[in-house]
C-alpha cells in the first residue's frame, strides 16, 4: 500500500477542512497543520461542514495523484485514536495489499478476535481509504462498510475495489 502512516499522538495547530476530489466520490479531510486527525466522504458529513481552503494543503495534493500514480508512496501524519483493540484492527487492514481482500473472518483469526468484533473496529475507522477498511468483505459477498450493507457507501466501496484492481501490479 503506498500509504506510509506517521501516527502522530497530539495536535493542537487551527482546523482546516478540505476536499479531495476521488473516482468513488469527495473526501473531506480534517487537518491540523499538517496532520490528519479525520477523513470521511462527502456526503456523509454533510454540506455544512465541507469548506474548502484557499491554495492546495500538501496532503490533499499527495492524494489527488494518489489516483494518477497508485503505486507512488504518500507519508501522512495520522491523529492516533480509538481503543489498543480498534489500533490492532487498524494496524492490520493496512497489511492488505493493495487489489486484495480478506474476509472479517480470516482478519480476525490473524488476529485472535471474533469477526463482529474486527467489523465494528472497521466501522469507526476515522480515516476510510487511508485504513483500507474498504478490503475487508464477508465470505458471502460484499459485507458492509462504514456501517452499512447498501446504498452510497456501498457504491464507494465498489468503486474503490474496482479502482485497485484495474491497477494492481
Known amino acids: 500500500m ?22 468513488a466520490g469527495n473526501l473531506i479531510l480534517f487537518v491540523h497543520g499538517d496532520v490528519l486527525f479525520q477523513a470521511d466522504w462527502e456526503f456523509a458529513v454533510g454540506p455544512a461542514q465541507t469548506i474548502s481552503i484557499a491554495g492546495e494543503h ?35 487492514l493496512c497489511r492488505i495489499p493493495f ?6 473472518s ?9 469477526a463482529r468484533a474486527v467489523g465494528n473496529a472497521c466501522r469507526d475507522n476515522p480515516f476510510p481509504l487511508i485504513i483500507p477498511c474498504h478490503r475487508v468483505v464477508s465470505v458471502s459477498g460484499m459485507g458492509g462498510y462504514s456501517g452499512q450493507t447498501e446504498g452510497d457507501f456501498m457504491a464507494i466501496k465498489s468503486k474503490l475495489l474496482a479502482f485497485e484492481a484495474a491497477h494492481k501490479k
Open 2 to 23: 503506498p500509504f506510509i502512516i506517521h501516527w502522530v499522538e497530539n495536535c493542537s495547530e487551527d482546523e482546516e477542512i478540505f476536499k479531495v476530489q476521488t473516482p
Open 58 to 92: 500538501d496532503m490533499q495534493r499527495q492524494l489527488n495523484q494518489y489516483w494518477l500514480t497508485p503505486e507512488k508512496p504518500i507519508h501522512l501524519k495520522l491523529l492516533k485514536q480509538g481503543s489498543d483493540f480498534r489500533n490492532k484492527v487498524w494496524a492490520e
Open 99 to 104: 487489489g486484495e481482500t480478506i474476509t472479517y
Open 106 to 114: 480470516a482478519l480476525a483469526r490473524r488476529i485472535g478476535s471474533a
